[in-house]
């Protein structure tokens, strides 16, 4: 099954290393991995989207744990969390087929960020099945290069009711 | 006070309370070599190679229960070393390794000797540092001695480039060490803990399962108390063998592939299985889908990895052995009732009796060829008053000294466990002597495993380590012939070592004492001589070539399932026809 976890690292050289070998190491499988500092300059987040029976999943998370440079991991999975990935697609489009293309980006409710005038360059933004389905239907005209991101996640927030907010709020 | 890299490194190592390290010089840590020798604190051993230093470092680590510190130079020097980190990986030892590195502005160029150290060693070491700055090197240092020996121990690699080691900066030993993602579990959760002695309490069949982890976290004494207050029986892994007193009625030996019967027969059988500090090996499972089928499992191990990785646990403790079994003893002493021994009665009369139906046997004749597993018995009984240290290589030698020398205390027992290194034994028994001077250091070897690191032997001449290398001289990587007899329809592909040097006098090039056995009679006198000389000696032992080691449960069999003697067809093989090769029969038989 696909799991999303949300791994904080040291912002330092090598780390990056040190998260793919053990996965390449260790037989596990990555099918998309982000990495970007955090609002703390010292620290990095990773998104890596992975697979794998429960026990697999229990491993990743613990051999995480384990390196030294991993500060915290958490399978998104376990929680409710929304994630979104990005796309640049760059599209040949013959003169008839111009509108055609601004149709589906209006529609996927993207941007074109760059255009000549044999192509147009979207940039889409969503969860995966979104970007499939621009994907889907941008191919009949031509898709010359295309680029994702790979998938970002954060957990949502909790709920509370209003009372209990109301009551937080008054002991602060 | 501003001082040079390479003085910061020494004051350092003298702060962690290093006193010798295991080094070979090369141009990067040329700086390094110098600045110790014009000191006295710190006692370099030079080894012969880089992974002869790293194994001795290894040695230091399990004798002492210290870090070990070897140094060795860039490139070639740290490819050389990177065995030894492996095997510390696998085994768990606290090692702080030092590599040389070109320097900074030279890192990437290709330069003479440079190799990505950090990247050779990341899938090998707990952790590693390249200081690119002199004044992070003492800090850097503090850390490396932090990871290396507290949680789960393993190696760590400090790589240090040529200007580092020449920069100077001012000279702050940190007196702590906080690092935000490494924080060791060492309380167990007293919930789990609780849980556990309830099981215990419950169980009929229990199994105690023991691994180097009970070593490391200094859990003997726990153990004991808990074995004894309880009377259930120990089983031993490999790492595990001294953990617990090897002669106790209690105990079982060790269990696994070239266990005994009753360890293997006990888990197999067992309602509940207590493993503390032993991670599930291939080597201890077998078939995995059919391992201790009708047990519930406990596992307390300070490695959350460990837990779950290889076998479905019911009550898993994340924390230090030696922690929870204090714990868990409290609890115990408050709840048993001192009628274990009658409680436990039926399960003991079961083990006694797999002990009595397949004890651990060998056949020696008089005026037949030495056996091996004699040679081990011979040893541990004349020997045994000394409380030696003991250093193995790896294959049959080392699965028979398992068998046949019963050790009694920790930190005794120096063998290559999961990497299965062969050249092990030797320099890790050096290291050890280093270590204890005084003390009788005893390394069993094979014809074929000594010579991965015979070289060493021009250091233990040298640094005066008087470690007694006993060589059960069967002319064959032995357990490779083992297999090829057993699944290979005997077919010695490249098992045969045909010209083995002469022991005796290779020792003798050396400035070492060789001396040979050949017959069982001989055996104890020059044993006995061996032990008294005062220095480093080769015990060249002629053994029978043939000798399988039993029992075995083959690769992805059943703990239950174990081959206990040779198949009839090759028991026929070897009382007449057994070939090498035409040219090499009579030589292989008449041993």
Same mark, same amino acid.
């Given at each position: ?172 | ?51 002869? $230093? ?5 040695? @230091?680590?399990?004798? =002492? +229960?210290?870090? &070990?510190?070897? #140094? *060795? ?65 003492? $800090? ?5 001695? @932090?990871?290396?020996? =507290? +949680?789960?121990? &393993?190696?760590? #690699? *400090? ?80 790492? &595990? ?351």
């Amino acid at each position: 099954m696909e799991h999303i976890i949300s791994v904080t690292v040291e912002n330092k050289f090598g780390v990056l290393s040190r998260v793919a070998g053990l996965f390449s190491g260790r037989g596990f499988n990555i099918e998309s991995l982000s990495v970007a500092p955090t609002l703390d300059p010292s620290m990095s987040q990773m998104t890596i989207v992975t697979s794998g029976d429960e026990r697999i999943i229990e491993q990743i998370v613990k051999q995480l744990n384990k390196l030294i440079d991993v500060i915290k991991v958490v399978d998104l999975n376990e929680t409710e969390f929304v994630s979104r990935e990005t796309a640049l697609i760059k599209v040949h489009t013959k003169p008839e087929d111009r509108a055609e293309a601004l149709r589906i980006v209006d529609i996927f409710r993207g941007s074109i960020i760059d255009s000549t005038p044999g192509t147009y360059t979207i940039e889409v933004s969503g969860d995966s099945g979104k970007i499939e389905a621009i994907i889907n239907l941008l191919q009949p005209l031509g898709i010359k290069e295309l680029i994702r991101t790979g998938r970002v996640a954060i957990a949502r927030e909790p709920v509370r009711p209003a009372a209990v907010q109301a009551k937080k709020v008054a002991r602060e | 006070m501003k001082l040079n890299g390479s003085e910061i490194l020494i004051e350092s190592l003298k702060r962690e309370g290093v006193k010798t390290i295991f080094a070979l010089p090369g141009g990067v840590v040329l700086k390094i070599f110098d600045t110790l020798h014009q000191q006295t604190d710190l006692q370099v051993i030079l080894t012969r190679h880089e992974q002869g $230093a790293g194994h001795m470092a290894e040695g @230091y680590a399990k004798a =002492t +229960g210290k870090a &070990g510190v070897c #140094l *060795v130079t860039s490139g070639p020097g740290m490819t050389n070393v990177i065995t030894a980190l492996a095997d510390a990986y696998m085994d768990s030892v606290p090692l702080v390794c030092i590599s040389g590195q070109v320097p900074t502005s030279l890192i990437g160029n290709d330069a003479f000797q440079e190799a990505d150290n950090v990247g050779l060693s990341r899938p090998c070491t707990k952790y590693n540092f390249l200081v690119k700055d002199v004044n992070d090197l003492a $800090a850097t240092i503090k850390e490396a001695f @932090y990871i290396a020996t =507290t +949680g789960r121990p &393993g190696p760590v #690699l *400090v790589d240090i480039p040529k200007d580092v080691s020449m920069n100077k900066a001012e000279f702050v030993y940190p007196n702590s060490v906080s690092i935000r993602g490494y924080n060791p579990t060492y309380e167990g959760n007293k919930w789990q803990i609780k849980q556990a002695a309830e099981a215990i309490m419950k169980a009929k069949k229990p199994v105690l399962y023991v691994g180097g982890g009970v070593g490391f976290s200094g859990a003997s004494q726990e153990l004991l108390e808990l074995a004894e207050m309880t009377q259930i029986p120990v089983d031993m892994t490999l790492m &595990g063998l001294g953990v617990f007193p090897g002669q106790h009625p209690l105990s079982m030996g060790m269990l696994g592939m070239h266990g005994t019967y009753q360890a293997n027969m006990a888990i197999h059988y067992s309602d509940l299985v207590i493993a503390i500090g032993a991670r599930f090996d291939d080597r201890v499972t077998g078939k995995v889908a059919e391992f201790c089928p009708h047990a519930k499992i406990i596992h307390v191990d300070i490695d959350p990895t460990s837990i779950r990785k290889n076998i479905n646990v019911d009550i898993p403790i994340v924390g230090d052995c030696k922690t929870v079994l204090r714990e868990l003893n409290q609890i115990l002493r408050a709840t048993v009732n001192g009628e274990q021994k009658e409680l436990r009665k039926p399960w003991w009369d079961q083990i006694r009796e797999w002990e009595r139906a397949h004890p651990l046997t060998y056949q020696q004749d008089a005026d037949g060829p030495i056996k091996p597993q004699h040679v081990v018995k011979r040893l541990y009984e004349l020997t045994k008053d000394r409380d030696p240290i003991v250093s193995t290589d790896v294959g049959q030698h080392q699965m028979w000294a398992a068998q046949y020398f019963k050790l009694a205390k920790p930190n005794r027992w120096l063998t290559s466990g999961g990497l299965g290194t062969m050249g092990f034994g030797f320099p890790a028994a050096m290291g050890a002597q280093a270590a204890f001077p005084g003390r009788l250091v005893l390394c069993i070897a094979g014809d074929g495993s000594i010579q991965m690191n015979m070289q060493e032997m021009a250091t233990a001449v040298v640094s005066k380590l008087p470690v007694k290398i006993i060589i059960l001289n069967n002319r064959f990587h032995g357990m490779v012939r083992q297999w090829q007899d057993l699944f290979y329809e005997g077919r010695y592909a490249s098992s045969y070592l045909d010209t083995t040097p002469d022991f005796v006098k290779l020792a003798d090039a050396y400035g070492a004492v060789g001396l040979r056995a050949n017959k069982v009679d001989d055996l104890d006198a020059v044993l006995k001589e061996a032990i008294a000389v005062d220095k480093p000696v080769i015990v060249d032992v002629p053994t029978y070539p043939f000798e399988n080691c039993y029992p075995m449960i083959p690769a992805g069999g059943c703990n239950h399932e174990m081959i206990l003697e040779d198949p009839p067809e090759l028991k026929k093989k070897q009382t007449g026809s057994a070939k090498v090769t035409p040219e090499d029969k009579d030589t292989v038989l008449t041993a």
